[in-house]
T-cell receptor, first 111, second 114 residues
Framework: TQLLEQSPQFLSIQEGENLTVYCNSS?????LQWYRQEPGEGPVLLVT?????EVKKLKRLTFQFGDARKDSSLHITAAQTGDTGLYLC???????????FGEGTQLTVNP | NAGVTQTPKFQVLKTGQSMTLQCAQD?????MSWYRQDPGMGLRLIHY???????DQGEVPNGYNVSRSTTEDFPLRLLSAAPSQTSVYFC?????????????FGSGTRLTVV
């Protein structure tokens, strides 16, 4: 089982600020996914990255996969209150469909 | 599209009682799994299935049973509930066969064992 470490665990910022969340492991991933979870709901997939060095953008969110495929980051530009939620990274095994999740980063964006 | 449907949404059990958490998906996904989510511990895999008739244990399987008689349904059974099983339970499904496929989650079952 791959161990995923996310940092920071908690983040509270003002609307309009930028932020970065990190996901790290000592293992190489076949792919990495980012999810967002709101209170009382299940996680919702934001993006999947599969190639080392890959960068994907989703509006104000930028996802990067490390060159060695051991780490990933999520950058949010000009955060909005609607970005508040729990952000989870998850790594897929080199074979099969099992996902291992990090503990998550709880983001609060204050007005 | 219904996606992944979990029932019930809330449940209170007494120690020693048994119950079944239901999960159904309508996307014809081969892969289904159960996670529990506890504060500070993220999502931990309980059991998973890669197709009808095939199940396997995850990270924290003790105290739980599963079966997969159809592609659509993947119930989770608590045999004799314990307070340590108080948690939020999520069912998820996915296509298999590729690195790019993400999970679709249900909205969860919040279980309290007293």
């Amino acid at each position: 089982t791959q161990l995923l470490e996310q940092s920071p665990q908690f983040l509270s910022i003002q609307e309009g600020e930028n932020l970065t969340v990190y996901c790290n492991s000592s293992s190489v991933f076949s792919s990495l996914q980012w999810y967002r979870q709101e209170p009382g709901e299940g996680p919702v997939l934001l993006v999947t990255v599969v190639t080392g060095g890959e960068v994907k953008k989703l509006k104000r969110l930028t996802f990067q996969f490390g060159d060695a495929r051991k780490d990933s980051s999520l950058h949010i530009t000009a955060a909005q209150t609607g970005d508040t939620g729990l952000y989870l990274c998850a790594a897929k095994e080199t074979s099969g469909s099992r996902l291992t999740f990090g503990e998550g980063t709880q983001l609060t964006v204050n007005p | 599209n219904a996606g992944v449907t979990q029932t019930p949404k809330f449940q209170v059990l007494k120690t020693g009682q048994s119950m079944t958490l239901q999960c159904a998906q309508d996307m014809n996904h081969e892969y289904m799994s159960w996670y529990r989510q506890d504060p500070g511990m993220g999502l931990r895999l309980i059991h998973y299935s890669v197709g009808a008739g095939i199940t396997d244990q995850g990270e924290v399987p003790n105290g739980y049973n599963v079966s997969r008689s159809t592609t659509e349904d993947f119930p989770l059974r608590l045999l004799s509930a314990a307070p340590s099983q108080t948690s939020v339970y999520f069912c998820a499904s996915s296509r298999t066969g590729g690195r790019i496929y993400g999970y679709t989650f249900g909205s969860g079952t919040r279980l309290t064992v007293v």
